[in-house]
């Protein structure tokens, strides 16, 4: 498990992040998302034991990430472009990552460089974007670490590399102690994967939960009403987050859960009413739109 205590970052006068804490469950998938500049990659960096905090504490398994050999070792970091040594082919980074990750698979790596069709002795500067994150990818797996820490690393595969990679995953889980965080603005690829989510926000953590229980506390209301005087009635009475009004359409982006938000706005006697679920990418618009991060502020 890994523990973020109050854990705080400056850098000159970018405050990247602000007094997070929260937890990551062992055995699941954990979701990064946020706007651009919300300190997702330096959040990364931090759990990895890259980068220490100004203040505040990582543990993982309960021990101090930063400067501890032990621990980091547990931990993989695939950066958003990732590094490979000068002239390198594959075979020379899996022994790389050999030398700095003790459980490292080579019998693994090499057999899923065939599977994914990659030329094992070809120089990495020559591949392309997608198979060099497909070659990253492969290397953080076979790490054999419990933590794998992965920074918008479906950006660049194809839709059939990117399912096998998420089975790839799904078979890590079930098979050994494995966590991997993954940090995307592809929100849809998140929502398919992903057991919890965690969304950052200029360097503060608006929310982190199990992504079904995000669902079942958000919704879309949608209705008509004749009399005016029940409609605002209903508003008064909802957490809503954002509003909008298509005619005589009233469209309610509210927080609480379906059942209950419908339950009330049957109570006013609506011409019409449904309460639809939210995308992960509506959810996280009206979160940070809640937040002060809004659509229109780059149309004025």
């Known amino acids: 498990m890994i523990e973020l205590k109050d854990i705080d970052k400056t850098f000159s006068d970018i405050h990247a992040i602000d007094h997070i804490s929260g937890t990551i ?33 990582i543990l993982s398994d309960g021990k101090t990430v930063y400067e501890n050999p032990e621990i980091k070792s547990q931990i993989c970091f695939l950066a958003d472009s990732p590094y490979f040594l000068p002239n390198a082919d594959i075979l020379r980074m899996r022994d790389y990552y050999a030398m700095i990750y003790p459980t490292f698979d ?119 009403f004749r009399n005016s005087c029940r409609e605002q009635k209903l508003i008064r009475s909802l957490h809503i987050l954002k509003l909008e009004r298509t005619g005589s359409l009233l469209t309610l982006t509210v927080r609480g859960e379906r059942s209950e938000v419908l339950q009330l706005a049957q109570a006013e006697a609506p011409l019409f009413v449904e309460a639809l679920p939210l995308t992960l990418e509506e959810i996280f618009i009206s979160e940070t739109e809640a937040a002060g991060y809004d659509i229109k502020d780059f149309l004025c």
């Open 25 to 57: 469950h062992n055995g699941m998938i954990f979701g990064l998302i946020g706007s651009n500049g919300a300190g997702k990659s330096t959040l990364m960096r931090m759990i990895s034991g890259i980068v220490k905090p100004d203040s505040g504490e």
């Open 106 to 224: 080579r019998k693994r790596f090499d057999s899923l460089v065939r599977r994914f069709g990659l030329d094992s002795k070809r120089r990495i500067s020559t591949l392309s974007k997608g198979m060099k994150k497909q070659v990253n990818i492969l290397l953080g797996l076979c790490s054999g670490t419990k933590y794998l820490l992965c920074d918008e690393t479906f950006d660049g595969l194809d839709p059939l590399v990117r399912q096998a990679v998420k089975s790839l995953f799904a078979a890590e889980i079930i098979n050994r102690d494995f966590t991997p965080v993954i940090s995307s603005h592809n929100l849809r690829e998140l929502e398919d994967i992903c057991d919890s989510i965690g969304l950052l926000h200029r360097g503060k953590l608006l929310l982190t939960k199990d992504l079904d229980q995000i669902k079942r506390n958000i919704c879309k209301l949608q209705c008509v």
